[in-house]
């Protein structure tokens, strides 16, 4: 991980851009939804872009949930948006049932699950970071079906309690089954991404879910490239990756905001 450095607030000749994964807000980690709130209020309206690159949630069971503290996060990201900043957000593998209402209450735009864009004339891939987990085979099939048109449209169907409970059922096994496996098959497998980053067309690669945040720099069929890792947040710190006319580094997001 790079040094970090505190968001500044002068003016720079291009666009500041934020990139944010994994923060897993619930109603069990109350301390950091605070810190997300501050981060919205003090440091994201200098920005220009902000990116959620998935887990925003530790779960989301449908856009029709109203349970704290899903209102007062809505509210922020929309007072955010309001005030100009661009949101962009895509879904990670336990918040992937965002949909377009929730995108509308916080004036919000949903991205696909892989997504280009051109970052200080580089072209850079956007991901959450799980389709690149391809050594986790058990995975990867049961992402399949969590993600398809009939598993969404049964489960969003049911009575939001029962949603509730099955999602709560779900991070329980997903976390013992975790727990079991080996480090090494829960981090990216470089052959993917190496061939993700060929059919795009891109030598930068930024993504989260892994949890492992990092500059990594390596050589893509003989150019050099590079894959940066977001970090997930606690409830005392977390960061964010701020990329503008001084490059990319890593940000401090802390209670007290900084200076």
Known sequence: MSPKRI??????????NLFISDLHLSQEQPGITRLFLHFLQQQAPQADNLYILGDLFDSWIGDDDSAPPIPSILA??????????????????????????F????????????????????????????????????????RIMLHSNAFASDFLA????????????????????TSLK????????????????????VLQLIHGHTHRP????????????????????????????QADDKGAVFISVEPTGGT
């Open 158 to 177: 049911r009575p939001i309690e029962e949603r509730r409970t099955i999602a709560a059922d779900y991070r329980k096994r997903s976390g013992e089954a």
């Open 76 to 101: 922020g990201l929309k007072q955010l948006s309001a005030s100009g900043t661009q949101i962009q957000i895509q879904a990670g593998n336990r918040d992937f049932l965002l949909g377009e209402d």
């Open 7 to 16: 968001l500044s607030s002068r003016k720079r000749k291009l666009p500041i």
């Open 182 to 201: 080996a480090d090494g098959i829960m981090d990216v497998n470089s052959e993917t991404v190496a061939e993700i980053m060929r059919q795009h067309g």
């Open 103 to 142: 995108a509308a209450a916080t004036g919000s735009s949903l991205l696909p699950e892989i997504h280009v864009i051109e970052l200080e004339g580089v072209r850079t891939l956007l991901m959450h970071g799980d389709l690149l987990c391809t050594d986790d085979k058990e995975y990867q099939q049961a």
């Open 214 to 241: 990092k500059f990594h720099t390596f050589e893509l069929d003989g150019r050099t490239a590079r894959r940066i890792v977001l970090s997930e947040w606690h409830a005392n710190s977390g960061s964010a990756l």
